[in-house]
């Protein structure tokens, strides 16, 4: 169920009309953040405004708040940059290492999309849990979406290196050398190295060519 709540955190797929933190506050979600794969909080970088005041940091997901101490985040440091806890169980107060308590918002589940939900994930018995479902798709429709997807997908990356290159004032080199930076850090750290491309302009690297030990501690300290 943890996991059906990150994708729709993630994807924005909340009405976002009304939304408030379980202690009455008004609430927007500016930046969802980026889905982190490792340990520590479920996304890092998010924007959500609380009340009056824009708060940049991470946020954790949870089925029921009193996770947050079963999982001993409560003790942990690398939780204290946490800015909101969203739950579907607001069954416990949270709070920082120093006591300081943190923000939480409900996401509510109905109880038939748990059940569809469970159906789909405990199937253990076959690889593609939506086997069933898609079997039920005429041919027509599933290509489309197949089709759709592929485009969405191939949208999105063109949308991405257009970015960079308005960004870089039409440098296809420079844009070419963060993207392949990313492309070198595969799922989980293709936004790290991203960033040490963009901090690390390919001029500035050209100046040390004749140093492989330069630009190996260049690219270490700035990662």
């Not at 408030?20 to 890092?44: H, K, M």
């Not at 985040?73 to 107060?93: C, E, P, T």
């Not at 405990?122 to 759709?148: N, V, Y």
């Not at 080199?173 to 392949?180: A, F, G, N």
Request: proline content about 4%; charged content about 25%; hydrophobic content about 40%.
């Amino acid at each position: 169920m943890e996991r059906l709540m990150q994708y729709v955190w993630q994807h924005r797929l909340l009405v976002q009309t009304d939304l408030v933190t379980v202690d009455g506050r008004r609430l927007s979600i500016i930046d969802p953040g980026r889905l982190n794969t490792d340990a520590g909080p479920d996304f890092f970088n998010a924007k959500v405004k609380i009340g009056e005041h824009l708060w940049a940091g991470d946020v954790e997901v949870h089925v029921r708040a009193s996770d947050w101490h079963r999982h001993r985040h409560d003790g942990d440091k690398a939780y204290d940059s946490v800015v909101l806890h969203v739950v579907d169980r607001d069954d416990a107060q949270i709070c920082r290492s120093n006591g300081e308590v943190i923000p939480q918002m409900r996401m509510s589940c109905s109880p038939e999309f748990h059940r569809r939900y469970h159906e789909l994930v405990d199937r253990a018995d076959i690889d593609l849990p939506c086997a069933r479902e898609i079997r039920g798709l005429s041919p027509l429709h599933l290509a489309d979406w197949i089709t759709s997807l592929a485009y969405e997908r191939l949208y999105s990356k063109v949308d991405h290196i257009e970015n960079l290159m308005r960004q870089y004032a039409g440098d296809w080199e420079q844009t070419c050398y963060v993207i392949l930076a990313r492309a070198l850090g595969f799922s989980t750290n293709s936004e790290p190295m991203e960033r040490l491309a963009m901090s690390l302009p390919l001029n500035f690297l050209r100046k040390h060519s004749d140093s492989d030990v330069a630009i190996e501690a260049l690219m270490f300290g700035q990662g």
